[in-house]
């Protein structure tokens, strides 16, 4: 369990470096928060039952590849995408499987990204190479998730059948919001890339002596008459 706690620390400062990376070439931070979970010994326990798996530590290691897990949300739908491909190309992570629920959402509706990366763990006398489970979504999709969660919890999985098109269609709606929010994310930077454009244009013009004064006019506060 220490291994796997020390792979949601590395984790961690990775996504962190990343996040300000980003955060410093691109001006925003496609990150809105992360949250990281170590599976319980009873969860683990459960789960090699409900599987089927060979109660060893060997077969745990490989087959329960949960235990360490992390949640990315993320601003945007291109955001997460980025942020999966950004972690995917560290040196030393490999991604072992990736799951894409935004392109084919599961059929209750859930939408994220699943990636299950294989990590390098270094202790004083040996390396671990240790699983993590990250998944990474939009704010709209993490909400969903977790009130679709506690549905299920409060009605202990036996909801009813109104409900579960209802929670359907709501995952329907939140798709449609990240996709209305993407867009308008999309317009905003080719305004603002355009006005970086125009402004570079304009001190080159200065700078060779060529002013332009329609251009001046348009960007010069105008004096109230």
Known sequence: MMAYQFAIDEMDTKINILSEEFNYIHDYNPIEHVKSRLKSPESILKKISRKGYEFTLASIKENIRDIAGIRITCSFL????????M???QKDIKVVEFKDYIKHPKPNGYQSLH?????PIFMSDREELTY????????????WASLEHKIY????????GHMIEELKEAAVIASQLDKKMERLHNEITEIRQADETETSQLLIDIQNGNWNIP???????????
Request: hydrophobic letters at 45%.
């Open 87 to 89: 972690i995917s190309k």
């Open 153 to 160: 919890y409060k009605y202990n999985k036996a909801v009813p």
């Open 78 to 85: 291109s955001d997460t995408y980025k942020i999966a491909e």
């Open 115 to 119: 990636l299950i990366l294989q990590i």
């Open 132 to 143: 993590v489970e990250v998944q990474i979504r939009t704010i709209a999709m993490d909400f």
């Open 215 to 225: 251009l001046l006019e348009s960007i010069m506060p105008k004096k109230e008459s």
